[in-house]
């Protein structure tokens, strides 16, 4: 495994100076509430052109997918778009889905030349998933990213919008 430090912060995305923040965006790719629209809002309309370029050529992004666009005015070189599953009932393949947004972000990240990512609780606010299962699939994901085929990642922090989510956060990388 790379030397790759793992953290946990709570706060506000947009303020967080990575080289990459990742987005908790739907398929369409033209923007949404919650950490989405708090993106787009700080990062300016930059943001929101590139992805409207992406989605005429590719049609959007599939969910557990990834795509990069640049991050405007956000103080990152980069957002990562990925789109979590929507919670129902943990049955429908959401665990996989929701793994595969953070691995294929931090493979994303990886090509980009990215040091440094910072990832949301992704579909764990308007999409539904249980905050205590999003929160192990989201570390058992990217460790297991790290120490199968992480070679240039040097950073990845957790930023926890509410106390909750950084506490369970907290809990399980301490274990
Ligand atoms: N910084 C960090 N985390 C945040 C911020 C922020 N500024 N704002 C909210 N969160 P959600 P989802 C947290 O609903 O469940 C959008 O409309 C929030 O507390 O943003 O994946 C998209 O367009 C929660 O823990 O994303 C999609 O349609 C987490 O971010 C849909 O919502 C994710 O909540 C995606 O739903």
Request: glycine share 12%; with cysteine; proline share 4%.
């Amino acid at each position: 495994m790379a030397e790759t430090t793992v953290k946990v912060q709570q706060g506000d995305i947009t303020k967080v100076q990575t080289d990459a923040v990742v987005n908790a965006a739907n398929s369409s790719l033209l923007g949404g509430g919650g950490v989405d629209g708090a993106i787009h809002r700080a990062g300016g309309p930059a943001i929101l052109e590139e992805c409207r370029q992406i989605r005429a050529r590719q049609g959007g992004c599939p969910t557990g997918e990834a795509v990069i666009t640049t991050a405007g005015n956000l103080p990152a070189k980069y957002v990562i778009h990925t789109v979590g599953p929507v919670w129902s009932g943990g049955s429908k393949g959401e665990p996989e889905l929701l793994a595969n947004c953070y691995r294929n972000s931090l493979q994303l990240a990886e090509e980009n030349g990215v040091a440094s990512i910072a990832f949301p609780n992704i579909s764990t606010g308007v999409y539904g998933y249980p905050k205590d299962k999003a929160a192990k699939v989201a570390v058992a994901a990217v460790q297991s990213y790290l120490t199968e085929q992480n070679i240039g990642i040097k950073e990845v922090v957790f930023v926890c919008f509410d106390a909750e989510n950084r506490r369970l956060y907290e809990e399980i990388l301490n274990e």
